[in-house]
Structure formats: C-alpha cells, structure tokens
C-alpha cells in the first residue's frame, strides 16, 4: 500500500517514466568514482582525554584565533566563523567523554552537491575542500550539510566559508593532517577510510568490552572519511542516530533527473495542447459563421 | 530611427519620466521612507558585512530576504504562468484582459526578487562563477533554479515587450517579439514548473533538519501545485486593487470584465487549492505522521493546513457559486497568507525546530524586505500609468496584423494583406 501511494505521487509529479534517459544529464560530480581510495582519519574517543590540542594546532596552521573556552558536560561547543574543529565533552554512561566536531569529509557530501559554483568539492584523495575563488555565498551547502558543518563568516565584507579540510595541501605533500599529527593520546588515526575501517573492527573485535560494537560514519549518510569510535552509544556523545544510510544528494537525484524530461516532454505535450484548443476553437468558429 | 525621431523619442522618453498622478500621498510617502532607509542599510550591509545588518545565524544560514523576498516572493510569481497557459495555450479568451498585468507583475517580481537574492549573497561578485561556465554545479538545485530565473526573466520580457512596444511606437519590433509570444509562452510554462518545483527541492538534503510534518520528498510537487493557487490569488488581489488605484488608466472593457474573471478564477484556486490539499493529506499519511499531530507542532501545522488551505478552498467554492466578490478577495488573502507560512514554517520556522533557542529577524532585515516589494509596486505603478496595461493598445497595431489569435478571420485577413503586398511588389 505503502509503495502504491508513493508511486501514485509520483506518477502526479510528471516525474517517473523518463528517468533512465535522464540519467547522464544529471548525472553529478559526486558519481564520478575514482581508482584513488579515500582518506580519512579515525577517532577513537575512548583514548582521547580532551585536551584541545587538535584545536590549538589547527588554528595555528590556519592563522585562526585560538578559543579561549574550553569542553564541559552540558555546554556544547561548536566550530564557527573562526575555528574549523571544537572538542566538546559529555557525561555519558561511562563518565565524561570527548567528542569531535568538524566536517566528516562525508563520500558523498551534500554541500558540494549543494553548491552552484563547485566551490565545495570532493577531491579525488577524499577530503572535501571550499574553494574562495569560486564561492559566491549563497550558503546553501549550510543548509544541506547534515551535520551543520560549514559556517558563514556574518562579519565580514568579504566573507568566507569556515570548514575543514583534512589540511588537504598537506595531504599532496605526504604529510598527515596537523590535528592528527598533534595528537599526544593517538585518539586520531590517518590513513586510507578502508583500513581504518578494518583497524576499527579490530579494535573492537580486541577489546569487545570496552568498545561499543559500532563504527559512526561507516554507513551513515553513505559512509564519512572521519569514522568514530566509542564505548558508549554514538546518541550519548552528540552524534545524531536519525541521518540515515543513504547519501545526501540522492535525496536530490529524482528531481534533478525529472528535470530534462520535464523540459522535453512538457513543451510537447503543450504544444499538442494548443494545438487541439485551436482545432475546437476554429471549428466553434466555422460552424458559428455558416 | 533618423535624427528627428530620434529627438523625437527621447522627449517623449522624458516627458514620460515625470510622474503621473498625485506625488504627496500616504503610499507614496511610507514607501519613499522605507526606500531611503533600506538603502541606508544596504551601504552598511556591503560595507561590514551581512552580520552588520541581518540577524546572524549559523543554524538558520538563510534568513527573510531568501525565504521571504525570494522563495515566498517566486511563488506569487506564478500567476503569470498559470494566465499565459489558459490564454495563450488552451485558448481561454476570457482571460486575455489579465495577462498583461499578470506577466508585468511576475517580470518585475523575478526582478527584484532575484535582486533581493543578490543583497543576501555573501560574495555577490561571484555570481557570474555559475552563470559563466568555469564552474557548473551541475548536481545543485539551486544552479538549475538560478538558471531558471534568468531564462524566465527573458521569457517574460518578451512576453511583455509588445506591450512596451505599443507605449514608444516601436511598429516593428512589436511585430516581430509578438511573433514569439507562443514560442516563449510555452518555454516559460516549461521552466516554471521547474523553477516553482526547484525552489521546494533546494529543502530536500535538509531532511534531518526540517519538522517531519513539513518535510517529505514530496516537497517540489507541493510547491509546484500550490504555486498555482498562490499565483492566482495573488491575481485576484493584484486586480481588485487594480480596479481602485489604476481607475483612469484602464479601458471600459477591461473593467466590466472584471467580476467575470475573478468568479471563474476562484474556482480554478478551489480546485487548485483541494489538489494541493489532497496531496498534503496523501503526503501526510504517506509519512505516518499522526504521532505528531498532538503536539504544538502539530496544532501549529493544523493552522496552517485547514485554516490557510482547506478553509479558503471552501471560500473560494460557495463565492463561486454565489457569485460574491467579497468572498473571493477574502479568500484569496487567506491563501495568500497560507501560503506564506508554509514557506516560511519550512524554510525558517519548522527548520532546526528542536533548537531551542527562537531566533527573529533584525528590523533592518525586515525594511529592506519589504522596501523590495514597494520599489516593485513602484515600478508597476510607473509602467502601469504609461504603457498599455489596462489599457486599450494603440489602433495602430490593427493596421496591419491582427495580434496572434485563434480566429480564422483574422487569418485570411492578413493572407489577404500578404496577397496584397505580393501585388504591390510584382506590380
Ligand atoms: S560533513 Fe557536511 S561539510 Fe563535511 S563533507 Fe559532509 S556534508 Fe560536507
Ligand atoms: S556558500 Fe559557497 S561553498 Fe557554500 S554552496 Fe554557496 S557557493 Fe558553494
């Protein structure tokens, strides 16, 4: 029944028939796979001990001021215009932990299929990096990021989009993200997404009772580059349950697919429209006449 | 054009630029205060950046001037698409008095609306990066829906051009942009669909952020549908003022058909408005949405859909039956209120809802709101007292070709004209 009515509003919508025609037109930047496996860095939040570092190296690479404030249960810190990473800490069923709060560098990311000017992109290596020349502001990647990522620079006149990214011109050195670099507990792991996934599996497998037998952001809307680990429920440590496992932009693909058809079949079908009027209306006319 | 026409066209250019009608009323100063404020602000605004100005908000990125001015502005917007489809499609002559009026209105709304998008944009001076071609979002919405709005503005233009033609005495040009209005009719129709639809989709990957009960995947098809009800009572509004403000500059035919249009209009909103009904329920029950109900957002949801859609749908009905004006201006200003809400409760109101902190625009955000649609209704007023809008056209533009209709006298009168130039010229 269910799938019925889903069909039948469809099917309402002009949508449906055409899509497999349709396909390579919208296709998007996002489907173009690589060979080139994706980065990502691991997080392990049971050996981190909250200790900022990762913010401070990180604003220092950046040039960025460096927060004053510092993580406690029931305050939630956020990134924001001037910082790209904010640690925040939690009273969860097994005391206080530390938590992370940066861009997931997500496989299929909604902000840069969001954005007109491919300012955010997905590079090929996997971090997803905002490009100044080519942003014009329009903040739509903000509106789309489930995880409320990308922040707006509101004070400047030439403003900018604040997010990380993966300290991608360090990466094409061969060097590793600062922030994992710095990290003096080794919560923070850097290396290709798929071997941090088996290591994380390994790490549970290893010490089934301290960990939580789940790795955020393997799935989650369609698997992240930064995946997480915790020994508690990934709910307890601020991490949203209710994202879901399918990508961001396919939330988009029927209507983007529906648009060449639309643009192709309906000046057709309005033709024939005017067409049939007119017919009706001359013979109206003629009969009127004789 | 040689010289003397030339002059000649340039002091009838300026003799016209000088207003028309009373300078000093209440409209003309509230808004002529409003204006000058707003532009005030807008200095600020590029000078020391959007926060300066507008309420900053890294949660709700986007504040009025996107979710009001462009995305609630857009769908009034549709009544112009909706008129050139019965007129110039299925061939409802009885509407042909609107059109012009309803294309001007829509024209300059995607002007200043897509003007006001510009005002919010962070780096306006990138604008050109998607419209150039050296970065084509291809997989955004909002690239398609940008285009959209420039290629729609061109249509509208041409659709409304002969009418600017018949104001400057441009016999040619007339001619030749009247020959497209079919062409440019059926393009506009095409890419309002898509547009009205698109600026719903720009919502869909912030499903974990908007309210269940006005999120669905269904959001395009619900804005498409209701743009036609919003576009329309935005007519029946549009004209009934009309009716008062441009009384010596509208023709006596187009005044007796007044009350005609308006009955036969609510009825197309009440159909419009039970289908978009009818869809909000299916969607509704489609996202088992009923443990919702019962609470405030529930109830505020329940405002929105049987007091701003299900009760001005019944208006519009029984008006229709009963032939009441009244009624039918009442009923289309609920919808129009309706239909604001609903875009802003998705955009602004039921987005992030279980952030608790409330968040409101800054009065300045709202003077250069509404400063935008005054600056429009200003513009109208100027194009309205001059060109032939409510008008009746020159009689020059029956000299020679009738406009484009479906009379088939018409069309052996211009073969006849056409036989008669081939003589002419073989003579
Ligand atoms: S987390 Fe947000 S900003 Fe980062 S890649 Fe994903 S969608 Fe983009
Ligand atoms: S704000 Fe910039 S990066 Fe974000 S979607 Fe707009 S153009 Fe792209």
Partial sequence: MGVDRRNFLKTLGVVGSTLTMAKSFGASASDVKSDVEFDGILFDSTLCIGCQNCEIVCADHYGLPQQEDFPEPGKKREPNATSRIAMNCYETSKGEMYMRDACNHCNEPACASACLTKAMLKTDEGPVIWREEKCMGCRSCMISCPFDVPKFDYDSPNPIIQKCRMCFELLQEGQKPVCVENCPAEALLFGKRRDLIEIANARIYADPENYNHAIYGEHEVGGTGIIYLASVPFEELGLRNDLGTVPYPEYNKTFLYSVPAVLILWPAFLLGLYNAAKERLTKKQIEEES | ?427
């Avoid at chain 2, 510009?118 to 997989?139: E, H, M, T």
């Avoid at chain 2, 209709?405 to 018409?410: A, D, M, T, V």
């Fill in chain 2, 1 to 427: 054009m040689n010289r003397e026409q030339q002059i000649g066209f340039f002091k009838f250019f300026t003799n016209e630029l000088k207003p028309k009608g009373k300078i000093i009323t209440p409209f003309n100063v509230i808004s002529l205060i409003t204006i000058l404020v707003a532009i005030v602000i807008l200095v600020i605004r590029f000078s020391k950046g959007l926060g300066s100005v507008v309420h900053p908000s890294q949660d709700r990125p986007w504040g009025l001037w996107i979710n009001f001015n462009v995305i609630t502005g857009v769908a009034f917007a549709g009544g112009a698409y909706v008129v050139t489809f019965m007129v110039y499609i299925l061939g409802l002559e009885k509407y042909r008095p609107i059109v012009r009026a309803t294309v001007l209105y829509a024209l300059l709304a995607y002007m200043f609306y897509a003007g006001a998008l510009l005002l919010d944009l962070g780096r306006p001076w990138k604008v050109i990066n998607p419209i150039i071609g050296n970065s084509f979002g291809l997989s955004s919405v909002l690239f398609l829906v940008a285009w959209h709005f420039i290629l729609y503005m061109g249509s509208l233009f041409i659709e409304f051009f002969p009418t600017v033609a018949e104001w400057a005495t441009l016999k040619r040009q007339r001619r030749f942009f009247s020959s497209l209005t079919l062409g440019v009719v059926i393009f506009g129709i095409a890419l309002s669909t898509l547009h009205q639809s698109g600026l719903g989709a720009l919502f869909l990957m912030a499903k974990p952020k908007i309210h269940p009960l006005w999120y669905s995947e269904f959001i395009p098809i619900l804005f498409f549908i209701s743009s036609i009800a919003a576009g329309l009572s935005l007519v029946i509004v549009l004209e009934s003022i009309g009716q008062r403000v441009f009384k010596t500059n509208m023709s006596v035919s187009y005044k007796s058909s007044h009350s005609r249009i308006l009955i036969s209009l609510a009825r197309i909103c009440s159909i419009s408005l039970f289908v978009y009904f009818f869809m909000a329920l299916l969607v509704f029950l489609h996202g088992k949405n009923l443990e919702h109900l019962n609470t405030p957002w529930g109830y505020w949801y329940l405002v929105e859909i049987i007091g701003f859609v299900l009760l001005p749908c019944i208006i519009f009905l029984s008006a229709y039956r009963r032939q009441n004006l009244q009624m039918i201006r009442i009923a289309a200003v609920l919808t129009i209120i309706g239909i604001i809400l609903n875009r802003l409760n998705i955009s602004t109101i039921a987005y992030q809802w279980y952030a608790d902190s409330l968040e409101f625009p800054t009065w300045m955000e709202v003077v250069v709101s509404i400063a935008v649609i005054m600056v429009q209704l200003l513009v109208f007023r100027w194009i309205v007292r001059r060109m032939p809008v409510y008008k009746e056209s020159p009689s020059w533009i029956n000299d020679k070709k009738q406009d484009k209709s479906f009379s088939i006298k018409n069309k052996s009168l211009t073969l006849n004209n056409r036989r008669e130039k081939w003589k002419v010229s073989a003579e």
